[in-house]
């Protein structure tokens, strides 16, 4: 999805309970469940559902021991007002990040736009469209297409997120890094929502 995100609010850190989380979240759905838990608590009217406009992981390695660590950030409808998105970050420490983001009045696909629901109804999705496990074996895959045609065995995931393509359509989108040196080794893929067709 194309669009320009305006920060409303510094990010700000939100006080929440603490949990064990996989140093690379997408590996299982503590975290994604961690995270929609702060977010329905802090929006009650969205525990019937969602509205996603994107899901996004990112990945790292911290020198100097590469010690793994990553984000997982969802950037949805308010429950309280559908007019406004607002961004939550959770990191593998357990930390929550919070920042309301606006979507600026300019060019967007060739059309003006306002701050208005309308303006990203097409691109909403919810948790019902797509599986997190299938996210996961997607990642895996590409993980390891990496390693095979960069003879990378240390290849890791640097991002992976769900949003609509330019057809409208769901697609996961995953990133694929190794370090060498003084260079970086990256490739991405686009998938099926259902993980069943690599897309580029």
Not at 80 to 89: L, R, S
Not at 114 to 133: A, R, V
Request: glycine share 4%.
């Amino acid at each position: 999805m194309k669009r320009i995100l305006l920060p409303l609010l510094l990010l700000t850190m939100l006080s929440c309970e603490r949990v064990q989380l996989d140093k690379e979240m997408y590996q299982n759905p503590v975290g994604f469940d961690h995270l929609k838990n702060q977010i329905v608590k802090d929006f009650p009217t969205l525990d019937l559902g969602i509205e996603f406009v994107e899901l996004q992981y990112s990945g790292s390695l911290i020198p100097p021991d590469n010690r793994a660590s990553s984000m997982l950030s969802a950037t949805f409808v308010r429950g309280d007002d559908k007019n406004h998105m607002v961004e939550y970050t959770l990191d593998s420490d357990s930390r929550f990040f919070k920042n309301n983001v606006d979507v600026s009045v300019g060019d967007f696909m060739n059309k003006k736009i306002s701050n208005t629901y309308e303006t990203y109804q097409p691109h909403i999705f919810s948790e019902k469209d797509f599986d997190f496990f299938v996210v996961n074996e997607v990642v895996e895959k590409s993980v390891e297409m990496f390693r095979k045609d960069a003879n990378s065995p240390d290849a890791f995931c640097t991002l992976a997120g769900i949003e609509r393509n330019k057809k409208g359509e769901l697609s996961i989108d995953v990133t694929v890094t190794q370090r060498q040196f003084a260079s970086t080794i990256r490739r991405n893929y686009e998938w099926s929502i259902d993980g069943k067709t690599l897309l580029n």
